[in-house]
C-alpha cells in the first residue's frame, strides 16, 4: 500500500513539473500570472497600510535609483510593468519582490547594504525570485504537497493502517524537509545568481555581492542547520557567489568601458 501512495504522489508530482526556472531547474507551476499579480497586490496593500512608509526624499530616490536600473535590464515582461517601489520605514534587514511589479526595501538595509552596489545586490536578489517565478513555485508545491498528504491520508483509512495519525505527521515532517525547504534553499540560491547577472549587467559591481552577504552573515542569528533551513548556510552562498564572480566581472566591466554606470547616491 505504502508503495501505490507514493506511486501516487510520484505521479502528482511530475505531472506539474511542467515548467523550468531561468537556470534550468525543473518547476512546478500550477498559477496563472494574473492570479499571482492579484495576490501581490493585496500583500503589499496590506504592508503599506501596516507599516510605515519612509519620507526621507533623498532616501527614497537613492532606492529607486538602484532599483529602476535593474528593472531596466530584466526580461522584456517585467520591463513592461509599472514597478511600484515603496521604501518602508523600519528596522528590518530586508527587502523584497512580489508579482504584480511590486518592491519593498526597509530601512534597516540601509544600514547593512554599505554602498549602491550593495543595495543592488539585495535588490537584485528580490527581483531574482520574481524572474524566476518563485512565488507561483512555492504556492504550486505547498498545494501538491497537500494533495500528497490527502491522498495518503485517503488511503490509510481505507485500508485501517493503525498509527495513522502518527504516521501522517511523519509524512508531514518528511515533505517538509524533503520537499518544501530544499525548494526554498534552490529558490535562495537561484535568486543570488540572477540577480548577480542582473547586477553585472546593470552596471554595479558583483564583488560587493560577496561583501554585502558577509554582511548580512554578521548580523544574523546562525545556529540554524542548512538542512532544517530555508535559505542556504552563508559559506555556501558566498562560495557560489564566488563561483560566479568571473563571469559576472567580464560583464560588468564591458558596461564600465561604456561609461555606463548607474549614479547613485546618498
Not at 532544517?228 to 563571469?247: F, G, N, Q, V, Y
Request: proline share 4%.
Amino acid at each position: 500500500m505504502f508503495k501505490k501512495l507514493f506511486i501516487t504522489a510520484t505521479c502528482v508530482l511530475v505531472i506539474a513539473a511542467c515548467a523550468q526556472s531561468p537556470t534550468g531547474r525543473r518547476q512546478i507551476m500550477l498559477f496563472n500570472d494574473t492570479e499571482l499579480s492579484k495576490m501581490g497586490a493585496q500583500t503589499f496593500d496590506t504592508m503599506k497600510a501596516e507599516t510605515p512608509i519612509a519620507k526621507d526624499v533623498k532616501v527614497n530616490k537613492y532606492v529607486q535609483c538602484v532599483a529602476n536600473a535593474l528593472l531596466a535590464v530584466t526580461p522584456e515582461n517585467l520591463r513592461a510593468k509599472s514597478w511600484e517601489i515603496v521604501v518602508f520605514d523600519s528596522e528590518q534587514v530586508n527587502a523584497f519582490a512580489l508579482p504584480g511589479g511590486k518592491i519593498g526595501v526597509y530601512t534597516g538595509l540601509l544600514k547593512v547594504a554599505e554602498n549602491k552596489d550593495q543595495l543592488a545586490a539585495v535588490i537584485g536578489h528580490e527581483i531574482g525570485h520574481v524572474i524566476a517565478g518563485h512565488s507561483n513555485e512555492r504556492l504550486s508545491t505547498n498545494q501538491a504537497v497537500q494533495t500528497v498528504l490527502s491522498l495518503g491520508d485517503a488511503g490509510m483509512k481505507a485500508y485501517g493502517v493503525k498509527y495513522q495519525q502518527e504516521l501522517m505527521t511523519a509524512f508531514g515532517l518528511g515533505a517538509q524537509l524533503g520537499v518544501t525547504l530544499p525548494f526554498s534553499r534552490a529558490h535562495e540560491s537561484e535568486s543570488d545568481i540572477i540577480g548577480l547577472d542582473l547586477m553585472a549587467k546593470a552596471g554595479f559591481e558583483p564583488r560587493q555581492a560577496v561583501n554585502l552577504w558577509q554582511n548580512m552573515a554578521a548580523v544574523g542569528s546562525g545556529g540554524t542547520p542548512e538542512f532544517m533551513s530555508t535559505h542556504p548556510a552563508p559559506e555556501t552562498r558566498i562560495k557560489d557567489l564566488r563561483d560566479k564572480l568571473p563571469e559576472a566581472m567580464k560583464t560588468y566591466n564591458e558596461r564600465k568601458a561604456a561609461a555606463s554606470l548607474p549614479k547613485c547616491s546618498l
